[in-house]
């Protein structure tokens, strides 16, 4: 699954899943552009990549800022000569019970996680058609599938990600760049470190792999869907979640 002549713009690349998707990306050969909030960590993932032999540019961008989003794709356009990958990683929760959740909060979790994934793709959408191997690759979850309380917000968000997925991969699919979104489960990172031990093992309890997963098993699905051998793959939902989801 070699990713070489390939560049990646990876959004939420500061940690956890993104991290691990723009370090695997580079393994695998590829040039990648790490976006993430704050320039200190952006740059370091950026100086993790280019420690493995490949090029790499930090960009610190709000991806719910829409003119600074489009203004970070031209210059990223300019930089690196063109793209051919995007993983829409970067998201946000602010759970809560629907009757006591603030409008802020939903806003929050829609701008960054469906508005900021629309944003990037339109900005790229006309590079994107004309690259070869060209991949967008949003990152859901499996409560956009199923639903969970306290999460109204964060599932609806995911639950429009699936859905603008499989919309784009339908207006892109002649041009040969595919959309496909991953849903994983409950991954270990600093997103789920938040929830209470009593949470983790009730959650444990209805994972029939029994364990959380680890930000490497989203970076490896990550990493078949960039790839030459998901050529004729689009518009699919791949859940990876030891099992919940079935
Ligand atoms: N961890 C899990 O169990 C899990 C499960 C399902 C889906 N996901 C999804 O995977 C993705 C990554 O999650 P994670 O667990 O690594 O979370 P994380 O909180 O560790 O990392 C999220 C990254 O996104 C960045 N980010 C957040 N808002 C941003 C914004 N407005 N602009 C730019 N960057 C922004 C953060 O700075 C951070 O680097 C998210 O979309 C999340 O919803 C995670």
């Not at 695997?24 to 493995?52: H, K, M, P, W, Y």
């Not at 489960?185 to 093992?201: Q, R, Y």
Request: aromatic share 4%.
């Amino acid at each position: 699954m070699s990713l070489e002549n390939q560049t990646a713009v990876v959004t939420g690349a500061g940690r956890g899943i993104g991290r691990a998707i723009a370090l695997a990306f580079a393994g695998a050969g590829a040039d990648v552009v790490c976006i993430s909030r704050t320039e200190a960590n952006s740059q370091s993932v950026a100086d993790e990549v280019a420690a493995l032999g490949r090029k790499s540019w930090a960009v610190a961008v709000d991806v719910s800022d829409t003119a600074a989003v489009e203004a970070a794709v031209a210059k990223i356009l300019e930089d690196t000569g063109g793209i051919n990958i995007l993983v829409n990683n970067a998201g946000v929760t602010r759970d809560g019970l629907l009757m006591r959740m603030s409008e802020a909060d939903w806003d929050t979790v829609l701008d960054t996680n469906l508005k900021g994934a629309f944003t990037l793709t339109k900005a790229f959408a006309r590079p994107l058609r004309k690259a070869d191997n060209a991949r967008i690759i949003n990152i859901a979850s499996v409560v956009g599938i199923t639903g969970n309380a306290g999460q109204v917000n964060y599932a609806a968000s995911k639950a429009g990600l699936i859905g603008f997925t499989k919309s784009v991969a339908r207006e892109f699919a002649k041009s040969g760049l595919t959309v496909n979104a991953i849903a994983p489960g409950f991954i270990a990172t600093d997103m789920t470190d938040e929830l209470s031990d009593k949470v983790k093992d009730a959650i444990k309890a209805n994972i029939p792999m029994g364990e959380l997963g680890a930000v490497d098993d989203i970076a490896g699905a990550a990493l078949y869907l960039a790839s030459p051998a998901a050529r004729y793959v689009t518009g699919q939902v791949l859940t990876v979640d030891g099992g919940m989801v079935m």
